[in-house]
């Protein structure tokens, strides 16, 4: 007589419900970082797109500095800087074409100070007076039009025009 031998070759049912268990496991922890990592870069990224807007109250205050008066047509959206005494070099920043501020110098459209995927919410234009000089104090908001919160960050500045020094 003949004795079977039995050998357990492949695998239960019980082993492979396990390990299937266990990858769906750790594919969704995987998943999980992945869509987390993904959500976090993009808000890093909305986050610079709005520190480089900055550079839009840097640029107004550079040519703020160096006017030497407020032009009498200025409004509280549109501010014409006159860059010399005689008052033919203008600068102009007109705010009443949001969600783009444009950039006139002389008349002549220079362009657009905002990036294509920064607007801007809001722009003033508040000038100060003294027996000493002038000031303008500059109101901006802007906003990423990638962020789908629509979070607004305002920035604000005051200066001082140099014929005030």
Known sequence: MQKKIKTNKGESIVETLFYIVLFVMFSIVIINAIITMMKSFKQTAIERELTQSG???ETISRDIKGAYSIS????????ILNMNSAG???IEF??????NIVLKQNGSIIGNLNAPNI???????????TTKGQAIR????????????GDIETLNDTVVLREAY
């Open 55 to 57: 550079t839009i109250m």
């Open 72 to 79: 009498a047509s200025s409004t509280s959206s549109d501010l």
């Open 88 to 90: 033919n070099q203008t």
């Open 94 to 99: 007109n705010g009443t074409t949001l969600p």
């Open 119 to 129: 607007s801007v919410t809001n722009i003033s234009f508040t000038s100060i007076s």
């Open 138 to 149: 500059i109101i901006l908001s802007v906003k990423s039009n990638e962020d789908p919160l």
